[in-house]
């Protein structure tokens, strides 16, 4: 029986927004791999999906501001003094502070001595989510120790880190995949053959059957107003600038309802410009919330809506897994052709899409969409036969456990082990 074990590198953990990392890790527990999870940060969020409860595999936190655990970067820095490896590091560490001279990269190596230092002999490979932060920490480690690392690449680490640095880690990492076409060609374009397409996929058993059909409600009747739903962290790249704006556009005797799940930096903004549109009782900020609560609200909702677009700084979105949540409920779906979103909603046929960043388009969709229940039928049915059909996640998880175990030496797993054959195609 193997004792080797696979880490994990993440930027925080639990996270109540990154339900598909979770997803992942618990499929592959249950295909066998030995995990254990590294984070850089502790978890902010007050409530934890099941998927975490569910997940085995024991959590540590690397100090997130080195002075807050100096003597554990002392027992780092004096471990590397031993290394063999530690010019090399300091080599490579020299090159990327001079071109970013800032006090996080000089965080990142005193966390990637400690993660180097306090790696059991066992773990036999790094794995890490995101290229920016956390796959310098995992980066740094696995060259001072002498181990391989790969990455899962999302969608913020593609599009805000610097060229000359995602050209150098993809060099270095021993494989990669990333989770949409989007992402995969700005990879592709700077290091090619580095990465492949690993679509997260929904794992469908950890949701219900959807709803009845109900009473279809068009927004006409003050008593049964229209219920819509948007369901993301309130940062500039979801919209709900946009949404907000489309939403004051539309006509008074239009009546609906909108549910803003997700927290972030921008609520205090986004609820003063509810006020000014006077939108305040029609609109309910409910933060972040566990995923049961998140499905409740879905399977409540006549339409949902997520009005992805650029950021500044060039932050967006890859392939938001609330649509695919959305759709396991045959939930109508709006949203923009921005990302890797039209890679799942075809327009018109699963979902309506609009340009990113037009409150106007935006409003004539939600008004269109209102007035026309049997289209919102029609495409929540779809949605749901395209996730069914082309987004089960596991393919994606059978592709990364079979390059986890190559990587990291376990041996082929055993029928209870691994009872997914899918092939993903690249």
Partial sequence: MTHQRIAVVLKGYPRLSETFIAQELLALERRGLPLEIWSLRRPTDRARHPMHAAIQAPAAYLPEYLRDAPLR???????????????????????????????????????????????????????????????????????????????????KDIWTTPAWELSEKLRDAAWGVTCTRDGLARLEALAPGRTRLAYHGLDLARFPAPPPPREPRDGTDPGAPLRLLCVGRLVAKKGHDDLIDALAALP???????????????????????????????????????????????????????????????????????????????????????????????????????????????????????????????????????????????????????ALRASAGLPPPTEAADPERTACAS
């Fill in 73 to 155: 970067v002392l027992r780092g820095l004096g471990a590397a003094l031993r290394r063999p490896r530690l010019p090399a590091l300091l080599a490579l560490f020299a090159r990327d502070l001079w071109r970013d001279p800032t006090a996080s990269r000089l965080r990142r190596l005193g966390q990637a001595l400690v993660l180097a230092r306090e790696l059991a002999p066992e773990v036999s490979h790094i794995h890490v989510h995101f290229l920016h932060t956390p796959a310098s920490v995992a980066r740094y480690a696995a060259l001072l120790t002498g181990r391989r690392w790969s990455f899962s690449a999302h969608a």
């Fill in 252 to 402: 008074p005797s239009l009546h609906w309802r909108l549910d803003l799940i997700g927290g972030g930096a921008l609520r205090g903004v986004l609820e003063a410009r509810v006020r000014e549109r006077g939108l305040s009782e029609r609109i309910a900020f409910r933060g972040a919330l566990a995923q049961p609560e998140v499905v409740a609200a879905m399977r409540a909702a006549d339409l949902f809506v997520l009005p992805t677009k650029p950021a500044p700084g060039g932050d967006r979105d890859g392939l938001p897994n609330v649509l695919m949540e959305a759709a396991s409920q045959a939930r109508p779906m709006l949203a923009t052709a921005f990302a890797g979103t039209p890679e799942f909603i075809a327009d018109g046929e699963h979902g309506i899409l609009v340009a990113p960043g037009d409150p106007a388009a935006l409003a004539d969709a939600l008004a269109r969409l209102a007035a026309d229940p049997a289209l919102r039928l029609r495409l929540g049915a779809a949605a749901r036969v395209r996730l069914v059909q082309d987004f089960s996640e596991a393919a994606a998880v059978t592709l990364i456990a079979a």
